[in-house]
């Protein structure tokens, strides 16, 4: 399967406890993004990796959130001490940079991670 | 910033009509406009992408318009099947020149009945 996979698929947890999500892209997209989706909104960004660079980091993303692409493959994004508002998908994308210049940045979404804060 | 409004009400037709989704926009014309398609528990699946050069874009039953006086996209899909029901998502680029960064919109919901 050559899409962007997400682990786990549904995470469970209580208020207070640490959760950790990987994503693996698309093998040669460049381009990584993080979005957070609840219900009856469309995926709210949260942040973008180029390479291993996280370029853009969204207001979104209060300091007990924290990403990291380390060798510019797959990613993890990490939440400290879960608050119940924490509860939502957790979306990943993909995208490879196009060198014409009229880069239009399609991005190629993995499943999700649904996250439940008890 | 820019702000995206798609119907929020669910759009119910019958089988073989053709569904008419909109996507309208508010603040600067983005160089180019994305729809997506989300099924439930899933991630969104491209679609289309139209540039702000393009007044219309198809695939196969799928077809796409991009007014730019109107600050509005209209997304089509002709003889439509109960299996397009899903929620579809327009996208735009958030910043202008922003190529990397886009803003979704909330979707709307379309049921397709036999």
């Known amino acids: 399967d050559t899409g962007v996979s997400q682990n786990p698929r549904h995470k469970i947890t209580k208020r207070g406890q640490n959760v950790t999500f990987r994503c693996d892209p698309i093998?040669?997209?460049?381009?990584l993004y993080w979005y957070r989706q609840t219900l009856g909104q469309g995926p709210e960004f949260l942040t973008y990796?180029?390479?291993?660079?996280?370029?853009?980091k969204s207001r979104l993303l209060s300091d007990r959130f924290s990403a990291e692409r380390p060798k510019g493959s797959f990613s993890t994004l990490e939440i400290q001490r879960t608050e119940q508002g924490d509860s939502a998908m957790y979306l990943c994308?993909?995208?490879?940079?196009?060198?014409?210049?009229?880069?239009?940045?399609?991005?190629?979404f993995g499943p999700g991670t649904r996250l439940t804060v008890l | 910033s820019q702000k995206i409004e798609q119907n929020s009400e669910a759009l119910n037709i019958q089988e073989g009509k053709t569904a008419t989704l909109t996507c309208n926009y508010t603040?600067?014309?983005?160089?180019?406009l994305q729809w997506y398609r989300q099924d439930p528990g899933r991630g969104p699946v491209f679609l289309l992408l139209?540039?702000?050069?393009?007044k219309e874009k198809r695939k196969e039953r799928l077809k796409v318009t991009f007014d730019t006086t109107l600050k509005q996209s209209l997304f089509h899909i002709t003889a439509s099947q109960p299996a397009d029901s899903a929620t579809y998502l327009c996208?735009?680029?958030?910043?202008?020149?922003?190529?990397?960064?886009?803003?979704f919109g909330a979707g709307t919901r379309l049921a397709v009945h036999p």
């Open positions: 603040n600067y014309s983005p160089a180019y």
């Open positions: 093998s040669e997209h460049n381009r």
């Open positions: 139209i540039r702000e050069n393009e």
């Open positions: 994308a993909s995208s490879l940079e196009e060198t014409s210049g009229r880069s239009t940045d399609t991005q190629y």
């Open positions: 996208a735009l680029e958030r910043v202008p020149g922003g190529y990397n960064k886009l803003i």
């Open positions: 990796f180029q390479n291993e660079a996280q370029l853009e």
